[in-house]
T-cell receptor
């Protein structure tokens, strides 16, 4: 069974500083990879995804993530944090060979942005 | 049609009561998913439909839970004899075929007292 690990349940950054959220997956075949953001009492919004091709993926709101097969990682970064980035972030995977479209999520990382 | 709609947004119920939630997906999306998210956790898969057919169910979906999508459009999730452990956010999402990526609704937050 595949799993997703997000290191750090809480991250605190200063406004303007780098945001780095870590995600590692475990599966024998690299899956499809996703990052979602969730604001309080809201559903999840897709930030970016990796399916194939270029391993550096750019998403919305200035976020990007890099797929590193050798490290089984898909870390999310943003060069300069904004107050509006305060939210919870979830990494998710989907098996490439699966007939369904089921996502497996990590436990989430809550980001606090300090002024 | 601007997104996935879920109703109600919040539900408080007494233990032992039955509750039903509704999800209206994006109209052209043929796949519909239900997830459950407890406080401080990531969403967990419950079940999914392709059109009106329920194709996969998680072991999390006990016999007190039932989901339907009778005409391949909206879906309902019913929980019978609710327990305090059912308190969670229930998220619905939809997608077009095997397309990679979902659109999530805002969820229904259930509190069982």
């Amino acid at each position: 069974a595949q799993s997703v690990t997000q290191l750090g349940s809480h991250v605190s950054v200063s406004e303007g500083a780098l945001v780095l959220l870590r995600c590692n997956y475990s599966s024998s075949v690299p899956p499809y990879l996703f990052w979602y953001v969730q604001y309080p009492n809201q559903g999840l919004q897709l930030l970016l995804k990796y399916t194939t091709g270029a391993t550096l993926v750019k998403g919305i709101n200035g976020f990007e993530a890099e797929f590193k097969k050798s490290e089984t990682s898909f870390h999310l970064t943003k060069p300069s944090a904004h107050m509006s980035d305060a939210a919870e972030y979830f990494c998710a995977v989907r098996r490439r060979e699966a007939a369904g479209n089921k996502l497996t999520f990590g436990g989430g990382t809550r980001v606090l942005v300090k002024p | 049609d601007t997104g996935v709609s879920q109703d109600p947004r919040h539900k408080i119920t007494k233990r032992g009561q039955n509750v039903t939630f509704r999800c209206d997906p994006i109209s052209e999306h043929n796949r519909l998913y239900w997830y459950r998210q407890t406080l401080g956790q990531g969403p967990e898969f419950l079940t999914y439909f392709q059109n009106e057919a329920q194709l996969e169910k998680s072991r999390l979906l006990s016999d007190r839970f039932s989901a339907e999508r009778p005409k391949g459009s909206f879906s309902t999730l019913e929980i019978q004899r609710t327990e305090q452990g059912d308190s969670a956010m229930y998220l619905c999402a939809s997608s077009l075929g095997q397309g990679v990526g979902y659109t999530f609704g805002s969820g229904t937050r259930l509190t069982v007292v």
